[in-house]
């Protein structure tokens, strides 16, 4: 097994790619070692000292780490792990654990424009970030403000904000006039 691994915009995380699948449906975030108790992948890499946050995208796998934490150190433990796992045939996610569907739910009077607002963040926006080795979902829309939730690269990367409202911002304003700001949230 070869796995790549990619530089992201945030460099306190790393990008891996195993090759294959990571998730098949969605998305999963992990921030802790608690948290990662549902993903026996996640679990592994978490047991790598210095390792602060996981994220699981279609095929790909990103890692944060901590501050102190020497990406020369750390990278072989966490290609190890990776490698381990996919060997081992676990599974991703422990059985009956549900990744992450994306988006809040929103209903009510503004049921129209939050649904231009993920579809414009699904077809234009999150394949981007993706790419990036993070994403970036729907959490709300309250009196022209979109709440968003970003995750793995970019949640905690200095150029998100910059890709919020010099990015996202001016692309959801140009096509929902409603839409007077972005904000992030967090977990």
């Avoid at 990103?62 to 150190?73: G, L, P």
């Avoid at 970019?154 to 140009?174: D, F, Q, V, W």
Wanted: glycine content about 10%.
């Amino acid at each position: 097994m070869f796995i790549q691994t990619e530089s992201t915009p945030n460099p306190a995380t790393l990008k891996f790619l195993p090759g294959q699948e990571v998730m098949d449906v969605g998305t999963a975030d992990f921030a802790s070692a608690q948290a990662a108790e549902k993903s026996p992948l996640a679990g592994r890499i978490f047991a790598v000292e210095g390792v602060t946050g996981v994220f699981f995208g279609l095929d790909f796998v990103t890692v944060t780490k901590a501050d102190a934490a020497e990406w020369d150190h750390i990278k072989p433990a966490i290609l190890g792990a990776i490698m381990e796992h996919y060997q081992s045939g676990a599974p991703v996610m422990a059985e009956g654990t549900k990744p992450a569907s994306g988006h809040a739910e929103h209903t009510g009077e503004d049921a129209e424009i939050v649904g231009q607002i993920k579809e414009l963040l699904d077809t234009r926006v999150r394949p981007a970030v993706a790419q990036d080795g993070g994403d970036i979902t729907f959490h709300g829309f309250e009196r022209g403000v979109v709440y968003l939730h970003m995750q793995g690269a970019c949640a905690g990367c200095p150029s998100s904000t910059l890709t919020l409202k010099m990015g996202i911002e001016n692309l959801l304003r140009h096509y929902i006039p409603e839409v007077v700001e972005v904000r992030p949230v967090a977990a």
